[in-house]
C-alpha cells in the first residue's frame, strides 16, 4: 500500500509539472514580450495550472467510487478505506478550490492592479499599497460571501424520493455549507461565461480543423497588411497637419499619435510573425497533414454533438421525471432516457481504463474550447470589449483577467459533468446485487432507502456529493443551473449553425488591432 501511495504521489508531482509548463506556454505564446512582467506571467501561469488540475480531479474521483466495487457487485474495499479514500478527495477538492478562490479574488487582482501602476516614478513599494488597497475590494466580497454562508440556515427539502438529498444535507458541518453557498454564488456568475464562451468553443473548434485554413491565412494577411497601411498613412496625416499649420501637436494629437504609433509596432509584429509561419515548416507540411487534421476534426466533431445531445437528453429526464420541480431544482433519483455518454464511459469502462481517459478528455476539450473562444472574442463586460487576445500581442492585463475566467468556467465545469453524464459521474461504474442476485445500477435513494444490499456498496463521488449538496441547500441554485443548461444547449445550435454555414475563420473576421483595443492596452 505504501508503495502505491508514493507511485500515486510521483504521478501526481509529474501530472503537476506538466501542467505548469502547458500553462506557461500558453502564456507566453499570447504574451506580448515588450509588455511582460515577472509577477503577472507567473499570476497566470499559477491560476491556468490550478484550473487544469480541477478539471483533472473529476476523472481520479470517479475511478476512486468505481474501484470500490468489481464488476460483480462486490466491495473490494472496506467502509473504513471507502470513507478514507472519500475523505483525501474531498480535501484535495477543496484545497483546489481555495486556491482558485484566493488567484480569483486576491492574487490575480493584486498582480493586475500592480501592473496597472507601472511607471517610471512609482516605486516598488508604492506599486504594491496601490494594488494591495484595490484588492481589498475583492476580499470583502469573499468575506460577505463567507459570512452570509455562515448565517444562512438550511432546512429540508420537500418531495417525494428525496431522503437521500436530506441526508446529503443533514451529514454536512458547517465548513462543508459555507465552501458550498460561497462556491454556489460563483458558480451563478460562472454560468453567464459558461453560455458566452463554452457553447461557442465546443460548438466551432470541431470546425477548425475539418474546415481548411487556406482562405483564412489569405485573410488575415490582407487584413493586417491593410490595417499597417491605415495606421501609417494616419501617423503621417499627423505630422504633414502639423507642419502644414505651423502649430505643435496637441496633446489630444499627440495621446492620438502615442497610440497610432504602439498600434503600428503591435501590427508590425503580427505581420513578421504572418510571413514567417507562411514560410514556416507547419505550413509547408499542411497538405501532407491535412488527412491527419481532418480525422482529428470529424473526431472533435462527434464528441461536441455527443455532448449537446447528452445534455440536452439530461435535462429533459429532469424536466420530465422530477418528482419535486422547480421547488428543488429538477432534481432526480434516476436517469429514466438513455444518455449516450454515460452508457459510452460504462462501455469503456470494460477496458480499463479507457472511461476514465475518455472522462478525463472529454473534461480537457470542454476547458480548452473555451479558452480558445476566449482568444476569438476576448475579454469583455457584456458587450464592451475590454481586451483582445491575439498571439504575441496581449498585455499581461488580458491575460489575468482570462485566467479569472477559466476560474469561473471550471466552478460550471463541475456542475455540467454531473449533467451530461449523470449516471457515470455520480457512481461511476458501481452496481450492486439485489436480493435475487441480479446486477442491479445504483440509483441516488438505493443509498439511504431503498434496497439494503445497495446501501452498503453504492457510493456517490465527491463530485456528484458537491454539487447536490450546493442545489440541495440552495434551491435557487438548482434553479438557475437547470434552466441556463436551456440557454447554453440555444447558444451551442446557433453557434453550430453558423460554423456549418460560415468559413472557419468568420470568428477572426474583426481580429485587426483596432485603435479601441489598443486604448485598451
Same mark, same amino acid.
Given at each position: 500500500?505504501?508503495?502505491?501511495?508514493?507511485?500515486?504521489?510521483?504521478?501526481?508531482?509529474?501530472?503537476?509539472?506538466?501542467?505548469?509548463?502547458?500553462?506557461?506556454?500558453?502564456?507566453? #505564446?499570447?504574451?506580448?514580450?515588450?509588455?511582460?512582467?515577472?509577477?503577472?506571467?507567473?499570476?497566470?501561469?499559477?491560476?491556468?495550472?490550478?484550473?487544469?488540475?480541477? +478539471?483533472?480531479?473529476?476523472?481520479?474521483?470517479?475511478?476512486?467510487?468505481?474501484?470500490?466495487?468489481?464488476?460483480?457487485?462486490?466491495?473490494?474495499?472496506?467502509?473504513?478505506?471507502?470513507?478514507?479514500?472519500?475523505?483525501?478527495?474531498?480535501?484535495?477538492?477543496?484545497?483546489?478550490?481555495?486556491?482558485?478562490?484566493?488567484?480569483?479574488?486576491?492574487?490575480?487582482?493584486?498582480?493586475?492592479?500592480? #501592473?496597472?501602476?507601472?511607471?517610471?516614478?512609482?516605486?516598488?513599494?508604492?506599486?504594491?499599497?496601490?494594488?494591495?488597497?484595490?484588492?481589498?475590494?475583492?476580499?470583502?466580497?469573499? +468575506? +460577505?460571501?463567507?459570512?452570509?454562508?455562515?448565517?444562512?440556515?438550511?432546512?429540508?427539502?420537500?418531495?417525494?424520493?428525496?431522503?437521500?438529498?436530506?441526508?446529503?444535507?443533514?451529514?454536512?458541518?458547517?465548513?462543508?455549507?459555507?465552501?458550498?453557498? +460561497?462556491?454556489?454564488?460563483?458558480?451563478?456568475?460562472?454560468?453567464?461565461?459558461?453560455?458566452?464562451?463554452?457553447?461557442?468553443?465546443?460548438?466551432?473548434?470541431?470546425?477548425?480543423?475539418?474546415?481548411?485554413?487556406?482562405?483564412?491565412?489569405?485573410?488575415?494577411?490582407?487584413?493586417?497588411?491593410?490595417?499597417?497601411?491605415?495606421?501609417?498613412?494616419?501617423?503621417?496625416?499627423?505630422?504633414?497637419?502639423?507642419?502644414?499649420?505651423?502649430?505643435?501637436?496637441?496633446?489630444?494629437?499627440?495621446?492620438?499619435?502615442?497610440?497610432?504609433?504602439?498600434?503600428?509596432?503591435?501590427?508590425?509584429?503580427?505581420?513578421?510573425?504572418?510571413?514567417?509561419?507562411?514560410?514556416?515548416?507547419?505550413?509547408?507540411?499542411?497538405?501532407?497533414?491535412?488527412?491527419?487534421?481532418?480525422?482529428?476534426?470529424?473526431?472533435?466533431?462527434?464528441?461536441?454533438?455527443?455532448?449537446?445531445?447528452?445534455?440536452?437528453?439530461?435535462?429533459?429526464?429532469?424536466?420530465?421525471?422530477?418528482?419535486?420541480?422547480?421547488?428543488?431544482?429538477?432534481?432526480?433519483?434516476?436517469?429514466?432516457?438513455?444518455?449516450?455518454?454515460?452508457?459510452?464511459?460504462?462501455?469503456?469502462?470494460?477496458?480499463?481504463?479507457?472511461?476514465?481517459?475518455?472522462?478525463?478528455?472529454?473534461?480537457?476539450?470542454?476547458?480548452?474550447?473555451?479558452?480558445?473562444?476566449?482568444?476569438?472574442?476576448?475579454?469583455?463586460?457584456?458587450?464592451?470589449?475590454? #481586451?483582445?487576445?491575439?498571439?504575441?500581442?496581449?498585455?499581461?492585463?488580458?491575460?489575468?483577467?482570462?485566467?479569472?475566467?477559466?476560474?469561473?468556467?471550471?466552478?460550471?465545469?463541475?456542475?455540467?459533468?454531473?449533467?451530461?453524464?449523470?449516471?457515470?459521474?455520480?457512481?461511476?461504474?458501481?452496481?450492486?446485487?439485489?436480493?435475487?442476485?441480479?446486477?442491479?445500477?445504483?440509483?441516488?435513494?438505493?443509498?439511504?432507502?431503498?434496497?439494503?444490499?445497495?446501501?452498503?456498496?453504492?457510493?456517490?463521488?465527491?463530485?456528484?456529493?458537491?454539487?447536490?449538496?450546493?442545489?440541495?441547500?440552495?434551491?435557487?441554485?438548482?434553479?438557475?443551473?437547470?434552466?441556463?443548461?436551456?440557454?447554453?444547449?440555444?447558444?451551442?445550435?446557433?453557434?453550430?449553425?453558423?460554423?456549418?454555414?460560415?468559413?472557419?475563420?468568420?470568428?477572426?473576421?474583426?481580429?485587426?488591432?483596432?485603435?479601441?483595443?489598443?486604448?485598451?492596452?
Amino acid at each position: 500500500m505504501a508503495a502505491i501511495g508514493f507511485v500515486s504521489w510521483i504521478i501526481l508531482a509529474v501530472l503537476v509539472v506538466v501542467l505548469l509548463v502547458f500553462a506557461y506556454g500558453i502564456v507566453r #505564446y499570447y504574451t506580448n514580450k515588450y509588455e511582460a512582467q515577472a509577477l503577472p506571467t507567473l499570476a497566470t501561469t499559477v491560476c491556468l495550472t490550478m484550473t487544469f488540475l480541477c +478539471v483533472f480531479i473529476i476523472p481520479l474521483d470517479i475511478f476512486s467510487v468505481s474501484s470500490a466495487v468489481d464488476s460483480g457487485g462486490v466491495p473490494t474495499k472496506t467502509p473504513e478505506e471507502i470513507a478514507a479514500m472519500g475523505q483525501s478527495i474531498r480535501i484535495l477538492y477543496y484545497f483546489l478550490y481555495s486556491s482558485l478562490l484566493a488567484f480569483a479574488f486576491c492574487i490575480v487582482p493584486f498582480a493586475y492592479f500592480y #501592473y496597472e501602476e507601472d511607471d517610471l516614478d512609482v516605486t516598488v513599494r508604492e506599486k504594491m499599497w496601490a494594488a494591495f488597497k484595490y484588492t481589498i475590494c475583492f476580499l470583502v466580497v469573499i +468575506v +460577505v460571501l463567507v459570512v452570509i454562508g455562515v448565517v444562512i440556515k438550511h432546512g429540508k427539502v420537500d418531495g417525494d424520493r428525496l431522503e437521500w438529498l436530506n441526508k446529503l444535507i443533514a451529514e454536512q458541518d458547517q465548513g462543508d455549507t459555507t465552501i458550498c453557498f +460561497v462556491i454556489g454564488c460563483l458558480t451563478v456568475v460562472g454560468v453567464i461565461l459558461w453560455n458566452v464562451y463554452s457553447s461557442m468553443g465546443i460548438a466551432h473548434v470541431p470546425f477548425r480543423f475539418v474546415k481548411a485554413q487556406d482562405e483564412e491565412t489569405r485573410y488575415h494577411n490582407e487584413e493586417v497588411n491593410s490595417d499597417l497601411a491605415v495606421s501609417r498613412d494616419q501617423i503621417r496625416g499627423l505630422y504633414a497637419n502639423s507642419v502644414m499649420t505651423g502649430r505643435k501637436m496637441t496633446k489630444k494629437d499627440k495621446k492620438r499619435l502615442e497610440l497610432l504609433k504602439k498600434q503600428e509596432r503591435l501590427l508590425s509584429n503580427r505581420q513578421t510573425r504572418l510571413l514567417r509561419d507562411e514560410n514556416g515548416i507547419w505550413n509547408r507540411c499542411g497538405p501532407y497533414l491535412r488527412p491527419l487534421e481532418l480525422i482529428i476534426g470529424l473526431f472533435l466533431l462527434g464528441f461536441s454533438l455527443l455532448i449537446f445531445t447528452s445534455l440536452f437528453i439530461a435535462t429533459l429526464d429532469r424536466a420530465m421525471n422530477s418528482t419535486c420541480g422547480i421547488k428543488c431544482g429538477y432534481a432526480i433519483v434516476k436517469t429514466s432516457i438513455f444518455n449516450p455518454i454515460d452508457q459510452l464511459f460504462l462501455a469503456m469502462s470494460k477496458a480499463f481504463p479507457l472511461d476514465i481517459i475518455g472522462l478525463g478528455g472529454m473534461c480537457l476539450f470542454i476547458c480548452l474550447s473555451t479558452l480558445s473562444a476566449v482568444t476569438w472574442i476576448g475579454v469583455r463586460f457584456l458587450w464592451i470589449k475590454l #481586451y483582445t487576445i491575439r498571439r504575441g500581442a496581449s498585455m499581461p492585463q488580458a491575460l489575468l483577467l482570462a485566467a479569472t475566467v477559466m476560474v469561473y468556467i471550471v466552478f460550471v465545469l463541475t456542475f455540467q459533468v454531473v449533467a451530461i453524464a449523470p449516471q457515470y459521474a455520480t457512481f461511476g461504474t458501481q452496481v450492486y446485487k439485489d436480493k435475487t442476485g441480479a446486477l442491479q445500477s445504483c440509483t441516488l435513494d438505493q443509498t439511504v432507502s431503498g434496497d439494503s444490499l445497495a446501501q452498503g456498496t453504492c457510493v456517490m463521488s465527491q463530485v456528484a456529493t458537491f454539487v447536490n449538496r450546493i442545489q440541495g441547500n440552495t434551491q435557487a441554485f438548482g434553479i438557475i443551473f437547470f434552466f441556463s443548461n436551456w440557454v447554453f444547449l440555444a447558444l451551442y445550435a446557433i453557434w453550430f449553425t453558423l460554423s456549418v454555414f460560415k468559413n472557419r475563420s468568420f470568428l477572426s473576421r474583426k481580429s485587426g488591432l483596432e485603435l479601441d483595443d489598443v486604448e485598451g492596452f
